[in-house]
């Protein structure tokens, strides 16, 4: 995660083992073996529900430099209408869903479409990047951090 110093930094220099931890639990699921692209999903939509607007920017930026196809992206707050997703990547929206909005539960209907498509050690792993993307939008929205913006070679070549 590279990019100008910002509130993200701060919270790295004031607590930094609390942002080892949360950037350690984060990485477990890809390194056990989960796609990127469908966990940057599930940290993309997380995020958007949580309006955490500095975690929504960087994993847009993040998805696009690993190659998740822009309809995707574009399509995400919408995904149930859209035939684009996976039923692997529809049952980790919905995990995601349902995990990042507690009230409501997990249903059975969701467990058990998230329990067709993932092992029982992929969901656990699902699930801590759930958790972990939860947090990074707690520490983001509470204190405020700032969006990175788009690398100017990348509006340049989108105009």
Not at 31 to 39: H, I, N, R, V
Not at 110 to 117: I, L, T
Not at 128 to 142: E, P, T
Request: one cysteine or more.
């Amino acid at each position: 995660m590279a990019h100008a110093r910002s509130e993200y930094e701060d919270f790295k220099r004031i607590a930094p083992d609390a942002f080892d931890l949360v950037l350690a639990l984060g990485q477990l699921a890809a390194k056990a073996g989960l796609d990127k692209q469908l966990l940057e999903l599930v940290k993309l939509r997380a995020s958007q529900i949580n309006g955490c607007a500095f975690c929504v920017q960087h994993h847009v930026l993040l998805s696009e430099r690993i190659g998740v196809p822009l309809d995707k992206l574009h399509l995400l707050a919408v995904w149930r209408e859209a035939p684009i997703f996976s039923p692997r990547e529809r049952a980790a929206l919905a995990w995601a869903e349902a995990l990042t909005c507690l009230p409501d539960g997990v249903s059975e209907e969701v467990y058990a479409e998230a329990s067709g498509e993932f092992s029982e050690t992929e969901l656990t792993y699902l699930t801590s990047a759930v958790a972990s993307i939860n947090v990074w939008n707690r520490f983001g929205a509470a204190f405020r951090w700032t969006p990175a913006q788009r690398p100017a070679a990348a509006v340049a070549a989108s105009s």
